[in-house]
């Protein structure tokens, strides 16, 4: 019939070519190279965590725990963001959610490890009506819903006074301990964030996750459950950001609507972090929001009231200039000049 | 009596809801038409429609110019602004991945409303013309005349915006670009060229909704971030990319808004354009009125 | 014989088009059914009704005696009926290897993912792509993106397999290794469903062929009989060659 033509004029032994993965010779010295530089970072970062804490310098304390914070944040959004491929800037709300419920616990007489428990449990659950919603969405649509969402939950933060005292806010006492406090405790928070994203990263919902980030409907062929995996991811991450919350609400000792569910100052952040940092290695994320912290409080020091226009200048810049962050220019970089099948595996 | 009375508080609140939902149906223009022809992301079409605004008011402030002949003046000017934003931002990112360009523009948001704070400093501000505190009286119902201006002008521009689209040729070439980018660059139309006219347009279209919003909103540098909100929640009310629909979509948040407010409260106002924004895409992500493009 | 899966009387509409206009099909258990038909037949959609993911607009879908009409997709999957598509889709940015550790986690523990390891090597030593683990997906060639997706669903675990053009753009070379892996996998006691164009292919393996055009079925039954049917030659070569 119809297609018996096509074979018969074709070659029968043709054979393929040298299949692209046979050039991997440089992959060890490569392998090895890594190695060597992910330990001087580790050994690096292992400064870098002690010394705040051992230093008497408030301000060295109160930069790192801005630091940690949002290198966790970073870390969580990184879940969603990053694996998943679900770009989400409303992240605030959880976030929001987490500091909401840890000032009201505290301000009401409960412990300070059961505020922080609350607060991550907040920001876990919410995210569960909210994934469920905008997990229906692709693309730019979803985007737009997670903003819509955070914005939500922001006015709800408002208008609900009677719980939430609405604009005016909630102050709480200073922290016992101080900004070094702050930043042991981010520290802490950090460790569970890298501590989640190498599990998840490790165990079958890494794996799904990634699939759904390359093609959904191919993945749901193969058995993934995607709103089922992508819910599961939406809420730890939340609940991580609900901790973040909470550290950052006993950090500052002031919480606002406008503060705690910013767009700009929340969700943008920790976003940014994991796509400055690229969603490919463990260290991508906080590298990112290490950063966006240093540049933020550079700029807020040397320009004043400036910063503002500034960091959107910056934002701009980036964007236009290192469109795929700064990781995926450095694998393009090792791609250009190794000549390797690429850097699929990271 | 009370009957009348609950009647005539519903009228007056849907009559006022519509007139302002004609400038929103105006700011939703301008969206709506750069994400149908470019499918572009404009998360700082709040911030343009605040610029507007502080033209505007420099304008009546400084010279005395009516915020109605502002609207007027503020396009040519928005217009090649608007061209020489996309040639210098826009464009290196028009076909890349949503968010690079929803952090584009919200970059861009930021350096617009952190400029106007560091220009004209958070204060609050707002026009005052002759006829701000004149109200229509008919019957029994009362209508605020600069409402009423300013939606007989918002009207006007959107036609006007129609009747550019559908009757010249460059709107003959906009609209073919929206159905079908690659057909109609094998037609032989210049697509970057229209890209450039559209995004021009928007935002002489957001600068004049911007002058016709004075008399209904404070002005302030963060008005940008609500504004783009809603004209979000027009664009998507009215499907995607859908001028018709935009316009519709305008009336319906702003008769919602303004029901909303006299029978929730003031304060939920803005939760109920959201809430519908989340529930359209949810379940009718094309739209109200369906798949229609620009 | 035991049924496997039955559809009956599917119909799809997409807006005013009527893709499927009441098509019934019953494959047994370890049989080969082969779909033939030209080009907009409705073969596509009829596959898309039963990998689940996609609701008739009218009839039933039932496989291993549940009625799986309107499932989404990785439920389909998980019961035992897995898919290829018919343009291959990688998941681009993984290895080989992890691409097919997704289907192996179908039917494993949230931290099995020695087994899930395991289970993939397999699958990929027998399409014969073991060579290529390492390697990043979106880099494969052609025919070994095909492969990739038959290794994939595969390790899902599978009951019963839909092909979607397996073979087409195949050289003859590679269609003739294609056919005997199907024919192992047969063996073994898999139930096959394929979509194909390759003839020679279809006409060697199947037990039964089921033939759509525009929407409806023509005419079902062995391979021979179909290859002799009149509607099927006018339908494929035209008036011309029918009647001779």
């Known amino acids: 019939m119809g297609e018996r033509e096509r074979g018969v004029g074709a070659h029968p032994a043709a054979r393929r070519g040298p299949p692209p993965w046979t050039a991997m010779t440089g992959r060890r010295a490569g392998a090895l190279a890594s190695k060597a530089l992910g330990a001087a970072g580790l050994a690096l970062g292992a400064a870098l965590a002690v010394l705040p804490l051992v230093s008497p310098s408030p301000y060295l304390s109160h930069l790192f725990a801005t630091f940690w914070l949002w290198a966790a944040m970073s870390q969580a959004w990184n879940l969603v963001g990053g694996y998943a491929g679900q770009f989400s800037l409303g992240h605030a709300a959880f976030f929001g959610a987490g500091a909401y419920a840890a000032a009201l616990a505290w301000t009401n007489g409960l412990g300070a490890a059961a505020g922080t428990a609350l607060a991550g449990l907040a920001g876990a659950v919410l995210a569960l009506p909210v994934g469920w919603l905008c997990f229906r969405l692709r693309g730019a649509y979803f985007v737009l819903s997670t903003l819509a969402a955070a914005e939500v939950v922001r006015l709800c933060a408002l208008n609900l006074r009677g719980i939430t005292g609405g604009a005016v806010g909630i102050l709480l006492p200073p922290l016992s301990g101080g900004q070094r406090a702050a930043c042991a405790l981010g520290l802490a928070l950090f460790g569970l964030a890298t501590l989640t994203s190498a599990l998840v990263r490790g165990a079958r919902l890494g794996y799904r996750l990634r699939a759904l980030r390359e093609d959904e409907d191919a993945a749901e062929a193969a058995g993934v459950p995607a709103l089922k995996s992508k819910l599961w991811a939406l809420s730890l991450s939340g609940g991580l950001c609900g901790l973040a919350g909470a550290l950052f609400c006993a950090q500052t000792s002031y919480i606002d609507p406008g503060s705690v569910f910013s767009l700009a100052d929340v969700s943008i952040p920790a976003a940014l972090g994991a796509l400055l940092g690229g969603w490919g290695a463990l260290w991508g994320p906080p590298a990112g929001a290490g950063g966006v912290v240093l540049v933020a409080e550079a700029m807020r020091v040397l320009l004043g009231r400036a910063h503002g226009l500034a960091y959107g200048l910056l934002l701009v810049l980036t964007v236009l200039l290192v469109p795929q962050g700064f990781c995926g220019l450095l694998a393009a970089r090792r791609r250009a000049a190794g000549g390797e099948a690429g850097a699929g595996r990271p | 009596m009370g009957k009348l009375q609950a009647t005539l508080v519903f009228t007056e609140a849907l009559i006022n809801g519509v007139l302002v939902g004609g400038v929103y149906a105006l700011v939703g223009t301008g969206m709506a038409l750069v994400f149908g022809v470019m499918r572009f992301i404009n998360l700082c079409h709040g911030e343009l429609v605040m610029v507007g605004m502080y033209l505007g008011w420099g304008l009546f402030t400084v010279a005395g110019v009516d915020p109605c002949l502002s609207a007027l003046i503020c396009l040519p000017p928005l217009f090649w602004a608007g061209r020489g934003l996309y040639r210098l931002v826009v464009r290196p990112l028009e076909r890349s991945r949503e968010q690079s360009q929803v952090l584009l523009t919200l970059g861009l948001g930021l350096v617009l409303s952190n400029a106007a704070l560091l220009i004209f400093s958070g204060d609050y501000l707002a026009v005052y013309t002759a006829y701000s505190d ?81 008399p209904v909103y404070y002005l302030h540098p963060g008005i940008g971030g609500l504004l783009t909100g809603k004209a979000f929640v027009v664009v998507v009310l009215g499907g995607m990319g859908s001028c018709v629909g935009a316009a519709l979509g305008g009336l319906l948040l702003g008769a919602a808004e303004s029901l909303g407010a006299v029978y929730l409260s003031a304060a939920w106002k803005d939760a109920i354009g959201l809430l519908a924004f989340l529930l359209v895409l949810v379940l009718r992500p094309s739209g109200l009125v369906g798949r229609s493009r620009v | 014989m035991r049924r496997v899966l039955e559809g009956r009387e599917l119909h799809k509409s997409y807006g005013a088009v009527q893709a499927l206009k009441g098509v019934s099909l019953r494959v047994a258990q370890g049989e080969v059914v082969g779909i033939i038909g030209p080009n907009g037949a409705g073969k596509s959609t009829l596959l898309a009704l039963l990998a689940g993911g996609t609701r008739p607009t009218r009839g039933r879908v039932t496989f291993l005696g549940s009625d799986i009409t309107g499932w989404p997709a990785h439920r389909v999957c998980r019961l035992g009926l897995a898919r290829t598509f018919q343009y291959p889709r990688p998941l681009a940015s993984l290895s080989v290897l992890e691409n097919v550790m997704v289907g192996a986690f179908a039917r494993l523990g949230p931290l099995a993912v020695r087994q899930a390891r395991e289970a993939a090597h397999a699958c990929l030593q027998r399409v014969g792509l073991a060579d290529a683990a390492g390697a990043t997906a979106g880099e494969l060639c052609a025919a070994d993106r095909k492969r990739l997706e038959l290794a994939r669903a595969l390790a899902t675990g599978p009951r019963l397999l839909l092909l979607d053009e397996l073979m087409a753009g195949l050289t003859p070379r590679e269609v003739k290794d294609a056919m005997g892996l199907l024919l192992e996998l047969r063996q073994d006691g898999l139930t096959l469903v394929l979509v194909e164009h390759v003839m020679e292919a279809v006409m060697a393996m199947c037990d039964r062929l089921v033939v759509l055009d525009s929407g409806c079925k023509l005419c079902e039954g062995p391979p021979a009989r179909v290859g002799r049917d009149q509607a099927v030659i006018r339908t494929y070569l035209g008036e011309a060659y029918a009647g001779g």
């Not at chain 2, 609209?175 to 079908?180: D, G, I």
């Open chain 2, 134 to 214: 004149l109200v229509l009286k008919a019957g029994p119902l009362r209508v605020s005349v600069p409402y009423l201006l300013a939606f007989a002008l918002a009207c006007v521009f959107t036609l006007g915006v129609w009747a550019w689209l559908f009757l010249t040729a460059a709107g003959r070439s906009i609209r073919a670009t929206a159905q079908h980018r690659e057909a109609a660059l094998a037609a032989g139309i210049d697509t970057g060229r229209v890209s450039s006219l559209t995004f021009g347009l928007g935002t002489a279209l957001a600068g004049a909704a911007g002058c016709l919003l004075l």
